[in-house]
């Protein structure tokens, strides 16, 4: 009796572990980028798995240009290392276009007309979405109130660029550990390429003319380039040249810079008191001019695919579509208040009374998504669609090459005209290889 009862027993625990083992949780593995609202989204997603018991979820957090070369390589070479992907506008298009990424299948509950326009348009292809965006963003003017107002100066919308210099100037007290103004300077197309080319095209330049030369040893580049170093060299914080997103997030935070223009989603961030220390002396305006306001403020979503590699898509559709649904938006506002839910990507938010009232930035934000066209962003004609970026496959490796060059000219390393001319003569190379010309 007792060998039969300890038969049993063995038998139980086996068939135990053997049911563990048959009915394992499908391990989602998802690559995103190390931002704050992407970071937020990782500790709620505890909620989707308990919704979701059957599916486990393994992330992979990485800086902005490690990810995008990371997720790249993946895709291109079907590696399938990951289920899901964070990408942008402009990485959905041309994947989508090569059958790279599964198209997003949603339900009525997910309201994907809600999505903003822009943000919908840039994230599909052939009138099929490929991405769903977890935020939204355009670029605009945070600034230190109080110094400017105490400085005697304003920041109005779509102020010159010479203003804005006026005003870096009138603020910039390094002796009291205050920069004028605050620019990416970090190499990377998607980083200071990215701002470069905003402040570029307000300049009058443009990436490629209709024949698809490159147009980087112009004079409009010459101009644009050349304001931006002096600026940065004369009023930036030291070490601009090793800054990005993130870095600078956190020289606004501690006080140390007067002004800021980057990406709208930044505004959430430096007007919490929980992580700011001047988030009660922030207002915001839209982006600088010079010649034209064409392409003078981004468009960019990052968004969140399923690569066509993976071996559980219907796991990975229910967690995008989690993730930047209307109940992810409430389950943030829940947890952390309406000012820090993820923005720039449904109309149904900036709706919302109780976002309107907790967000100070809602407005200038929306303004700035909303004004920027990325089939309109140049003064010149050009073959391209995009406004920080040209949408097509060569740009990641020609916008890379150009943001080192621009970074070792910021650092002194190289003249701004050697930097543009090593820059275009790159992108020539690229193009003829690729056969836009002989």
């Known amino acids: 009796m007792l060998s039969t009862r300890k038969t049993l027993t063995t038998f139980a625990a086996a068939f135990a572990a053997f049911s563990a083992t048959t009915y394992a949780a499908t391990e989602l593995t998802i690559a995103t980028v190390n931002n704050g609202h992407m970071i937020e989204m990782q500790k709620l997603s505890k909620e989707f798995e308990k919704e979701n018991p059957d599916i486990k979820l393994n992330w992979v957090t990485l800086e902005e240009g490690v990810l995008r070369q990371r997720v790249t390589t993946d895709i291109a070479t079907k590696g399938g290392q990951f289920d899901v992907m964070t990408i942008g506008m402009y990485e959905t ?70 203003h804005i210099r006026d005003v870096a100037a009138a603020i910039h007290d390094p002796d009291n550990g205050v920069y004028g ?73 501690e006080g140390k810079c007067g002004m800021w223009i980057d990406a709208t989603i930044a505004a959430s961030f430096i007007s919490d008191p929980k992580q700011s220390k001047v988030a009660d002396k922030v207002a915001f305006a839209q982006a600088p001019v010079a010649v034209t306001d064409r392409g003078a403020n981004w468009l960019w979503a990052w968004a969140l695919a399923v690569p066509a590699a993976t071996k559980n898509t219907e796991e990975a559709q229910k967690f995008i579509t989690w993730a930047t649904s209307k109940d992810y938006i409430n389950l943030v506002a829940k947890e952390n208040g309406w000012a820090n839910v993820p ?74 005209e050697q930097a543009l001319k090593n820059a275009n003569k790159s992108a020539d190379r690229e193009m003829r290889k690729s056969g836009y010309y002989k």
Not at 195 to 224: C, V
Not at 367 to 395: C, R
């Open 181 to 253: 103004i605050c620019l990416r300077g970090k190499p990377g197309w998607g980083d200071n390429a990215a701002y470069i080319t905003t402040m570029a095209n307000s300049f009058g330049a443009r990436w490629f003319d209709e024949d698809w030369k490159p147009q980087l040893n112009s004079p409009e580049w010459n101009h644009a380039v050349s304001f931006y170093v002096d600026l940065l060299s004369t009023y930036g914080p030291p070490g601009s040249s090793s800054n990005s997103f993130n870095e600078i997030l956190a020289l606004f935070n």
């Open 93 to 162: 298009p041309i994947w989508g276009e090569k059958g790279w990424l599964k198209e997003v299948e949603t339900d009525t509950a997910y309201d994907v007309d809600d999505l903003l326009p822009a943000m919908r348009a840039g994230l599909s292809y052939g009138g099929k979405l490929y991405a769903v965006p977890f935020y939204g963003e355009s670029s605009m003017v945070m600034y230190r109130k109080d110094l400017v107002a105490k400085a005697g100066m304003t920041v109005p919308d779509r102020a010159t660029w010479g």
């Open 343 to 416: 923005t720039g990507t449904r109309q149904s938010t900036y709706d919302n009374p109780n976002f309107r009232e907790a967000a100070v930035f809602a407005e200038a934000e929306l303004t700035a998504i909303n004004s920027a066209d990325p089939a309109n962003s140049t003064l010149k004609p050009t073959p391209y669609v995009g406004v920080q970026f040209a949408a097509i496959p060569e740009f990641q490796a020609i916008g890379i090459a150009a943001g080192q060059q621009f970074t070792s000219a910021l650092a002194g390393k190289v003249s701004v």
